[in-house]
């Protein structure tokens, strides 16, 4: 009788190896990692940008109307 393998186990096995990438996995999903924050930054940034704009144009304004 040779070793129990259970399906799970054996997918969970080939996920393993799958992610590994042949010794190149840490490299590989760290610049993934790198990448996805360095997207989220560049979307967050003008967001960010466009709502301290409309602060400072409604404090100007509220300045000039109240002058």
Known sequence: ???????GHAT?????????MS????YVWSV?????????VLGAWPL????????RATERADEEGGS
Do not use: N, Q
């Open 12 to 20: 969970l096995i080939d996920f393993y190896t799958w992610a590994a």
């Open 48 to 55: 960010r940008a466009e709502k301290k704009l409309l602060v």
């Open 32 to 40: 993934y990692g790198i990448s996805i924050v360095a997207l989220v």
């Open 1 to 7: 009788m040779g070793p129990c393998h259970h399906e």
């Open 23 to 26: 010794g190149h996995g840490l």
